[in-house]
């Protein structure tokens, strides 16, 4: 059987935070979250990992991965830049970063060819959520059923400032129907989660599923992400902000009755690094689940409980 593949999306200019998040060490052997991430997946059966950066982060993360990973698991790297799948004419002038999430993974067309998990690098997921997207991805998905992992709101929220979050308006057969973005969601001093939006407070159910990034897709969405680029930055030429998410190629997928992506709730709980005031509240996270032996003191020096 082919194992899967995890994609993980690290070429972010990390502007909130103010430096280079995704190789900064949280654990007590100085370990990035993606390595929790990565520990997580091949104990899970994912067979190879793909590292989605800007070019001029290669040096930094090779020295980082490749040793330490080498007889782990496969080790790929693919640059999302701003050319990358577009002609320089088509470029805004004033443009300086690439075109979103749903660029980064259809930058990884080449480099992926079996059924995969998109993560981001910033992003502590949980060995649950693994679990279950390896099993999804070897046993359900395929060019019509893909998946998105589905965490409760309240959990992934930051203490230090708003958040962004899609949440997810899932039918009663657990399949997705739609993402509303929300930004600016935060806790209330009466404990209630909240979202500004044209000047207006809204409360939203503590409960809701969201969106954290995490999906499980065919390698047939890398043919429908570029049909939908292109129209996309001709469209958006003259607005330099404009990004091609992966909500937008997940929306047209599931305009098609034929299509389905399944919602499957995690137990686990997210944490993340969105400002550089998480980073103490995610070290902590981190010695917590190495405490309770979740994780060995030095993640790499460990074997690995492989299923």
Known sequence: ????TLLI?????????????QTEGFGPAGETIMDYSIYDAISAGFGKVVFIIRK?????????????????????????EMNSFIDENEIPVDRTKPWGTGHAILCAMHAVKEPFAVINADDYYGKDAFVKAAAFLNKECDEHRY?????QLDK?????????????????????VSINERTKIYKNEEGKVIYEEDGKSFEVPANSSVSMN???????IFTRAKSLFNPFVKDNKENIKA??????????FIKNPENSIKVIPTSSQWFGVTYKEDAPSVKNSIDALVNDKTYPPSLWQSELALP
């Not at 990004?243 to 047209?252: L, M, Q, R, S, T």
């Open 1 to 4: 059987m082919t194992q899967p």
């Open 9 to 21: 999306l690290a070429a972010g200019m990390a502007s909130r935070y103010g430096s280079m998040k």
């Open 56 to 80: 001029d982060f290669a040096g930094n993360f090779k020295e980082n991965f490749d040793t330490k990973l080498s007889g782990k698991i496969e080790v790929d790297y693919v640059y999302q």
């Open 147 to 151: 998946a998105i992992i589905g965490y």
């Open 156 to 176: 992934t929220l930051s203490t230090h400032g708003t958040v962004s979050r899609g949440v997810c308006q899932v039918d009663n057969t657990h399949n997705l």
């Open 214 to 220: 995490f999906w499980c897709f065919h390698p047939a």
């Open 243 to 252: 990004e091609f998410f992966i909500p937008i190629i997940a929306d047209e």
